[in-house]
């Protein structure tokens, strides 16, 4: 904990794009729990707590705090941690916070989700709801608040315990001074002026934003996306986490980018003929494999920076003879050389292999490779 930066959990490469996740009002970081881990193999998941709440200092806001100063102290989060640029996600608070940063700050959103949220949060009462809620949690405390979670957060018959501890442990001065943002928050005359590709997901039993807040708010950003969770209350991630996901995934290209870049490194390495030639020979029953091997070994490993392509050529090459995949190895051979192995690194290779994989191995080895650069003269 600091007292200048909001707490924060870190997860996925370094070199992959920043998205950042916004938490709800009375929860942690630990709200996405189900569905970072995922969103980690093709993001650098960064993900954050308000102020008071999980790691989060409550000397970081005061009474009388805004939307704005939450997304302030976001954006001092993303400069500490050198992040210019990031895609957005972020739940009921979270996702207002989300909202007024595409609004605001536009240069700094690239792309944008917002679930159980809304552009004004004045429910029945209006303002005076939250501004009630802030003068009893400041005389009162959170307690009172945790005996209601479930009934507020999730469907009948469904809880997380660790989400309403987290509500109980909220500290009351950060917790009331998030309620009076929430009570001046409207966003609703500046939503035509948001750009990022928006993504609005909706939670069907949700009572404390009900869908009709989320229709509110893809129908006035221009171009954006709205998705019904049936089955999800306020807490979509936490009760909903797969179709939660799968919706992330598809907005931010997670799966599909990931199969995109895969395709295009694996064209580099192997060559566009038998890429083609692999494609080709593509059936109903083999797609789903091929599109694995796509998105996994050449969308997520072999774009990995931290090994160089020669690197990983000589790590191919090492394990396919210690397998004895003559027919893979020949492949791999071409490939090399489109990494930029000469033929005598290729043959050191071999040779090294040998050493701990056995002659015989090393032999077989040393006749695909000979026949495969015989055929470069």
Same mark, same amino acid.
């Given at each position: ?80 941690l ?46 005076? &709801?939250?501004?009630?809620? $802030?003068? +009893?949690?400041? @005389?009162?405390?959170? =307690?009172? #608040? ?5 009934? /507020? ?13 987290d509500?109980?442990?909220a ?21 035509s ?35 019904e969770l ?23 290209? &997670?799966?599909?980018?990931? $199969?995109? +870049?895969?395709? @295009?490194?694996?064209? =580099?390495? #192997?060559?566009?003929?038998h890429?083609? /030639? ?67 690194e ?32």
């Open positions: 904990m600091t007292d200048t930066l909001l707490d924060h959990r870190a997860e996925g490469p370094a070199s992959a794009p920043p998205l950042l996740l916004g938490p709800s009002l009375g929860t942690s970081s630990a709200l996405w729990d189900r569905v970072a881990p995922e969103l980690s193999i093709s993001h650098r998941v960064i993900r954050w707590d308000l102020p008071g709440h999980g790691g989060s200092s409550p000397d970081l806001i005061g009474p009388g705090a805004t939307v704005a100063d939450l997304a302030d102290l976001v954006l001092a989060l993303a400069d500490s050198g992040v210019e640029r990031f895609a957005y996600a972020g739940v009921s608070l979270g996702g207002a916070v989300g909202l007024h940063l595409a609004v605001h700050h536009p240069e700094r959103v690239s792309s944008l989700a917002v679930l159980c949220s809304s552009a004004h949060f004045d429910g029945a009462n209006g303002a005076q &709801g939250w501004i009630e809620r $802030a003068a +009893r949690v400041r @005389a009162e405390g959170v =307690e009172w #608040l945790a005996g209601t979670a479930d009934a /507020r957060w999730f469907t009948p018959g469904f809880t997380v315990p660790e989400l309403v501890e509500q109980r442990r500290d009351p001065g950060a917790y009331a001074a998030c309620c009076d943002a929430l009570a001046s928050y409207d966003l609703r005359g500046e939503l002026r948001i750009g990022a590709p928006t993504l609005v997901v909706a939670g069907r039993e949700d009572p404390a934003t009900p869908p009709a807040h989320l229709r509110e708010i893809a129908d006035a950003v221009p171009g954006a996306a709205l998705v049936p089955g999800a209350s306020h807490l979509a991630p936490a009760e909903r986490p797969e179709a939660v996901l799968t919706a992330l995934r598809g907005h931010f290209g &997670g799966a599909a980018g990931g $199969a995109r +870049r895969g395709m @295009a490194v694996r064209r =580099e390495v #192997l060559g566009d003929a890429v083609d /030639r692999a494609q080709a020979r593509q059936t109903a029953f083999t797609a789903r494999f091929q599109d694995f091997i796509s998105r996994y070994a050449w969308g997520e490993v072999w774009t990995d920076p931290t090994l160089s392509r020669r690197e990983r050529s000589m790590v191919t090459l090492t394990a396919l003879v210690a397998h004895g995949h003559d027919e893979e190895l020949a492949m791999h051979v071409r490939a090399a050389r489109r990494n930029g192995l000469t033929p005598e290729i043959g050191a290779v071999l040779l090294q292999v040998g050493v701990y994989c056995g002659v015989p191995a090393a032999n077989s080895a040393f006749a695909v490779a000979q026949r495969v650069l015989s055929e470069e003269t």
